[in-house]
């Protein structure tokens, strides 16, 4: 199927309209649609991508953080998971893990392709997950992946349940201060407005304490805090194990791997993980 083309990335506000109302309807049934959503050229903005490197951490200038795309296409696949055919809803899913291969440093004069689609359907024990991909291609070279993994919770069993080992995480170093305006700053550079994130009430009706740090700036601030000691290509792994209260504190340690780094966002005592994650060099 040749990919569906868009323009310029899709408006989010009718997306998450849809996505509000896309909660009260049935599903489109029970397979990922075969769909992939394209934009033939991303033109990056500076003063966007100062903003986005200010809220995480990074330091201001124009090569994109690892992370950065992931925003970028963020529009591309709230359009394709907010599609009728798209079998959940997307207020219901759950982000529990993130893969991002970054094959070259990029600069913010380059104007890559973006596309996304969804793929690896399968069960888990609590409930099903699913695979968000996303891919950034300059002069017919990818450049950048990303793949977002997504927990629809209910309807799971033990036999479907993924067996992880589970790893202990690097000893605390620092300790951070997370302010409880930091859902919607993120909100405002990544355009993502997840309600659970920029309002206390709207989290604990989805089952959370209070409002809570989105999983992919805390992934953004741990690898902020290793700027200068990255590889140029990497694989950049996280699993977002626990909700992060905001306003609140984190524990921050990494440790170095192989040419890579080990690293954890953990609650303050080092007792329990909120992001566990790993860099690799790309040989």
């Given amino acids: ?16 309209a849809k996505a509000v109302l896309g909660g009260a309807l049935p599903g489109g049934g029970d397979e990922l649609p075969d769909t992939t959503i394209e934009l033939p050229e991303l033109e990056l903005d500076r003063q966007a991508l100062a903003e986005y490197q200010r809220v995480c951490g990074f330091r201001i200038g124009d ?32 982000h529990v893990a993130n893969e991002i291969e970054q094959l070259r440093p990029l600069g913010a004069s380059e104007r890559p392709a973006l596309r996304v689609w969804s793929e690896n359907l399968r069960p888990h024990a609590k409930g099903r997950q699913l695979d968000m991909m996303a891919e950034a291609e300059l002069a017919g070279e990818v450049v950048w992946r990303g ?62 304490p209070g409002a809570i740090a989105h999983g992919m700036w805390m992934k953004a601030r741990c690898l902020a ?13 996280a699993s977002f194990k626990a909700p992060l209260k905001i306003p609140g504190k984190a524990a921050f340690g990494a440790e170095g791997d192989d040419g890579g780094w080990r690293f954890a966002l953990l609650r303050p005592g080092g007792d329990k993980p909120h992001v566990l994650g790993s860099v690799a060099p790309l040989r």
């Fill in 1 to 16: 199927m040749s990919p569906e083309q868009v323009e310029s990335p899709p408006s989010l506000t009718p997306l998450y």
């Fill in 63 to 94: 090569t994109l953080p690892a992370t950065y795309l992931h925003v970028r296409a963020f529009p591309l696949s709230l359009k394709l998971m907010t599609e009728r055919d798209f079998p959940f809803a997307l207020l219901g899913l759950v």
């Fill in 147 to 208: 793949r977002s993994t997504y927990l629809r919770p209910g309807g799971g069993s033990e036999e479907a349940g993924e067996k992880q080992q589970q790893e202990e995480p690097p000893e605390a170093s620092a300790e951070w201060r997370v302010p409880g305006d930091i859902g919607r700053r993120y909100a405002d550079v990544s355009g993502d407005r997840n309600p659970i994130h920029l309002n206390g009430l709207a989290a604990k009706l989805f089952g959370f």
């Fill in 225 to 237: 805090a290793l700027e200068g000691r990255l590889p140029a290509a990497q694989r950049v792994e």
